[in-house]
C-alpha cells in the first residue's frame, strides 16, 4: 500500500515528483489489482501524519484533519481518457479560496471544505482532489494546498512508458 515518505525530501514514483513543503507527509503509490487489470498512481500529502488505511480520496484521513489541516490528493485515471471530456481542461490547476465549499466532499463532514478538479496533462488524466480542515479557515489554508501543487510535477505518458520499458529491461 502507501509508503510513507521523509517530508522533506523529494518524491519521485510513477512520473510523479513532489518536492514537499516543510511539515506535508506524502506517499505516491498504486493500489493492488488484479491481474491483467490497469493500476494507477495515487498522490496522497497531509500536514498532519495519515494512517496507512484509507481511501483513495482521503477516506479515513480526512475525518482527522484539524482547522489548519490539508489533505491532497492526486488520482491518475489513464491516458485512454486523456483531452476529454471531463478531463479536457489542460494543465495542473491553480487553487483559489473560492473554489472551496463544504458541498464539494464525497460525504458532508461538519466544518470541512473540498475541490476538485479533473485536468490532463502530457497525455494522463487526473483528479486532485483538496481537503481543508476548516471551511471558515480556508483563506489560511489554501496557500498552504497552492505551495504544495506548485512543487508537483508530472512526467508526460511517453517518458513513462519509455521509463517502464527501460526498468523491465524492453527497449523503448
Request: aromatic share 8%; net charge positive.
Amino acid at each position: 500500500m502507501a509508503i510513507p515518505i521523509n517530508p522533506t525530501r523529494p518524491v519521485a514514483r510513477f512520473g510523479l515528483r513532489i518536492d514537499p513543503p516543510q511539515g506535508w507527509q506524502v506517499a505516491v503509490f498504486r493500489r493492488a489489482s488484479e491481474p491483467g487489470d490497469a493500476t494507477h498512481p495515487i498522490l496522497h500529502a497531509c500536514t498532519r501524519p495519515m494512517p496507512e488505511d484509507r481511501g483513495d480520496f482521503g477516506t479515513g484521513v480526512v475525518d482527522l484533519l484539524g482547522p489548519n489541516d490539508v489533505f491532497v490528493a492526486l488520482l491518475e485515471y489513464g491516458t485512454d481518457v486523456a483531452n476529454r471530456g471531463l478531463f479536457e481542461r489542460q494543465g495542473m490547476p491553480a487553487l483559489a479560496p473560492s473554489q472551496f465549499g463544504p458541498d464539494r466532499l464525497q460525504r458532508y463532514i461538519p466544518g470541512l471544505s473540498a475541490s476538485q478538479h479533473f485536468f490532463s496533462t502530457g497525455g494522463r488524466a487526473f483528479c486532485l482532489f483538496t481537503v481543508l480542515g476548516s471551511h471558515a479557515r480556508r483563506m489560511a489554508t489554501v496557500p498552504k494546498a497552492v505551495a504544495l501543487v506548485r512543487n508537483l510535477r508530472v512526467l508526460d505518458a511517453t517518458t513513462v512508458r519509455r521509463q517502464s520499458l527501460q526498468q523491465q529491461g524492453g527497449t523503448p
